[in-house]
């Protein structure tokens, strides 16, 4: 038999004028990171215009690990990370945000789990705030390892800047949607469209909460927390519409119970939710993030 070669990791960070951040979460790789040479991070400058370029050129200067500049001057979220799919060389491919700083066993843990289980597509992991510093957003503490089987399931466990894929998944279910994310109308769910279409592949897919980013993100004010909020329910709203209206009726279901729910609670029939996000807020941008998909957008 033919040796087992080791696994390659290719991570992948996308930014758009966010140099300080962006500055931050690269000095966290070199400073906790044991990153074997065999492995690569690459950054993508989603068109920038601050000092995003010469933060990379200057962390290259003394990174212990292969660093690759890519500029990706569309627009978008999605057209960033298909950018960075395409120039990568490993055989994992790995996603954090500029504004993450990954902890020391992030990498070996992803690696660790691919080498375990050949069958594996998609691993997530543990997203948790910056010392609790400012409004919590965008984390998935759950203490448990655990197989996700359904939508249910990656909608509540996965996000975007903790995830990794064997190279295989986008061979077989094709990149991120450039329609969906940040940098769009809708502002998100790029991530989850992709998840989902993994998910209806039959693809597996594991939650490991060894696999840790601290999210730094910096939100203060409910107001910017809000703003988050607002786009995670446009782009949930415009991912409802794009497979709704291709026959999925599972999805169907799904956004139809979140619909009824809403307006259930929106008429005082349910407790009321936190201040900023109220059900007719979110039916409200759940139906515009519909509109905009209809509209092309």
């Given at each position: 038999?033919?040796?087992?070669?080791?696994?390659?990791?290719?991570?992948?960070?996308?930014?758009?004028n966010?140099?300080?951040?962006?500055?931050r979460?690269l000095?966290?790789?070199k400073?906790?990171?044991p990153?074997p040479?065999s492995?690569?991070?690459?950054?993508?400058?989603?068109?920038?215009?601050d000092?995003?370029?010469?933060?990379?050129?200057?962390?290259?200067?003394?990174?212990?690990?292969?660093?690759?500049?890519?500029?990706?001057?569309r627009?978008?979220?999605?057209?960033?990370r298909n950018?960075?799919?395409?120039?990568?060389?490993g055989s994992i491919?790995?996603?954090?945000?500029?504004d993450?700083?990954v902890?020391?066993?992030w990498?070996?843990?992803?690696i660790?789990?691919?080498?375990a289980?050949?069958s594996?597509?998609?691993?997530g992991?543990?997203v948790?705030?910056?010392?609790?510093?400012?409004?919590?957003a965008?984390?998935?503490a759950?203490?448990?390892?655990?197989?996700?089987?359904s939508f249910?399931?990656?909608f509540?466990?996965?996000?975007g800047?903790?995830?990794?894929?064997s190279?295989?998944?986008?061979?077989?279910v094709g990149?991120?949607d450039p329609?969906?994310?940040?940098g769009?109308?809708?502002?998100s769910?790029?991530?989850?469209?992709?998840?989902?279409?993994?998910?209806?592949k039959?693809?597996?897919?594991?939650y490991?909460p060894?696999?840790v980013?601290?999210?730094?993100?910096?939100?203060?004010?409910?107001?910017s927390?809000?703003?988050?909020?607002?786009?995670?329910?446009?782009?949930?709203?415009g991912?409802y519409?794009?497979?709704?209206?291709?026959?999925d009726?599972?999805?169907?279901?799904?956004?139809?119970?979140?619909?009824?729910?809403?307006?259930?609670?929106?008429?005082?029939?349910?407790?009321?939710?936190?201040?900023g996000?109220?059900p007719?807020?979110?039916?409200r941008n759940?139906?515009?993030?519909?509109?905009?998909r209809?509209?092309g957008g």
């Amino acid at each position: 038999m033919y040796p087992i070669e080791p696994l390659s990791l290719s991570v992948i960070i996308c930014t758009h004028n966010r140099a300080p951040q962006l500055e931050r979460c690269l000095q966290e790789f070199k400073e906790t990171h044991p990153f074997p040479m065999s492995w690569e991070l690459i950054v993508v400058d989603n068109n920038s215009s601050d000092d995003t370029k010469a933060v990379l050129q200057n962390f290259s200067k003394s990174a212990p690990f292969r660093v690759r500049y890519v500029f990706e001057g569309r627009q978008g979220l999605s057209h960033a990370r298909n950018k960075g799919i395409a120039e990568t060389t490993g055989s994992i491919i790995a996603f954090t945000d500029d504004d993450c700083l990954v902890e020391r066993q992030w990498a070996s843990t992803i690696i660790r789990e691919f080498s375990a289980d050949p069958s594996l597509a998609v691993l997530g992991g543990r997203v948790v705030p910056d010392d609790s510093k400012g409004q919590p957003a965008g984390t998935r503490a759950f203490p448990d390892r655990k197989q996700l089987t359904s939508f249910p399931e990656i909608f509540r466990y996965m996000i975007g800047c903790n995830m990794a894929f064997s190279r295989k998944v986008f061979e077989g279910v094709g990149g991120f949607d450039p329609r969906l994310g940040k940098g769009t109308s809708l502002g998100s769910a790029e991530d989850l469209d992709l998840l989902y279409r993994a998910l209806k592949k039959q693809l597996a897919i594991v939650y490991v909460p060894e696999a840790v980013v601290v999210h730094a993100h910096g939100r203060a004010s409910m107001s910017s927390l809000q703003q988050v909020n607002d786009e995670y329910a446009k782009g949930r709203g415009g991912f409802y519409w794009k497979h709704v209206v291709r026959g999925d009726l599972h999805i169907a279901k799904r956004a139809a119970k979140e619909i009824v729910n809403l307006g259930r609670a929106s008429l005082g029939s349910t407790p009321r939710q936190s201040v900023g996000s109220s059900p007719r807020r979110i039916l409200r941008n759940l139906a515009t993030g519909a509109f905009y998909r209809l509209m092309g957008g």
